[in-house]
């Protein structure tokens, strides 16, 4: 099973940004869809956003994230992004990234460590 590696959390006011990274050891990330997941405190982990490995990357987004995160890749550099733009309080939670069944949007991966987010003022 695959195993992604997150980075790039912090501490960060409302309306700030933030952009996340997820990596794999191994030069394997072009061959999966990948999603990223949040999980607040006392919440269930929930899906953010995810990008497909076919054709142009297409792309799904939760509702509450709409217009505000964008994620992309570049398989150059083995690296899934999440920009995170115009960040709420309730944005914050630990992310994290997996492989996903585009279909399903089911993970496929070990969890990471995930990144922590954290917005206030």
């Known amino acids: 099973q695959v195993q992604l590696v997150e980075s790039g959390g912090g501490f960060v006011q409302p309306g700030g940004s933030l952009r996340l990274s997820c990596t794999a050891s191994e030069s394997i990330l072009w061959a999966y869809a990948v999603a990223w997941y949040r999980e607040a405190p006392e919440k269930e982990r929930e899906l953010v956003a995810g990008?497909?490995?076919?054709?142009?990357?297409?792309?799904k987004y939760a509702n509450f994230v709409k217009g505000r995160f964008t994620i992309s890749r570049d398989n150059a550099k083995n690296t899934v992004y999440l920009q995170m733009n115009s960040l709420k309080p309730e944005d914050t939670a630990v992310y994290y990234c997996?492989?996903?069944?585009?279909?399903?949007?089911?993970?496929?991966?070990?969890w990471g460590q995930g990144t922590q987010v954290t917005v206030s003022s």
């Open positions: 990008i497909s490995n076919l054709g142009g990357g297409s792309t």
């Open positions: 997996n492989a996903v069944n585009w279909a399903t949007m089911a993970p496929l991966g070990y």
